[in-house]
């Protein structure tokens, strides 16, 4: 490694490329599309304003709410410390020890990495997806070490 080549940092933040750019992408054109969809259809002769104007509102706010939900799969990550490793993913937050974690790959084929536990669980890394090619297989290698060297740690002590 050359002085004109930085060391990455083994802490940096996991996340997805490919899979939060498309969620990003898709949650500005639902928003755009369910907008213009509640905008511009047309009204039926001789129905209610008021029911019209209530129909036209939720359709909107479906665009808004999938919106949303794109926004979050666009916000799914996992944070290195070195205390242990924040699990973000869809719908769940969960805290891990460093000591908790076994080994780091991918189940079967699972389109994001799974980290194993010592509980006997799987819990899905969806920050490491496999969409992302040879970054992905960088990121889950980057975190294997974490586990590894943080392993070596506690059994040195």
Known sequence: ??????????????????????????????VLVFGA?????????????????LNRIAIALLGVVGALFLWRYARIRAVPSP???????????????????????YSGGAPWAVLELTDTEELALMAIQRSDG??????ASRLAALVEHHHRGVADR
Request: charged share 20%.
């Open 83 to 105: 205390s242990g490793l924040r699990v973000v993913n869809l719908f769940t937050t969960r805290d891990l020890e460093w000591a908790e974690i076994l080994r780091v790959g």
């Open 134 to 139: 040879q970054r992905a297989e960088q990121d």
């Open 1 to 30: 490694m050359t002085a004109a080549t930085p060391r990455k940092d083994p802490y940096a933040v996991f996340r997805p490329v490919v899979g939060a750019w498309v969620a990003r992408v898709m949650a500005v054109a639902c």
């Open 37 to 53: 969809v509640a905008v511009f259809s047309p009204m039926p002769i001789g129905s209610d304003p008021s029911v019209l104007l």
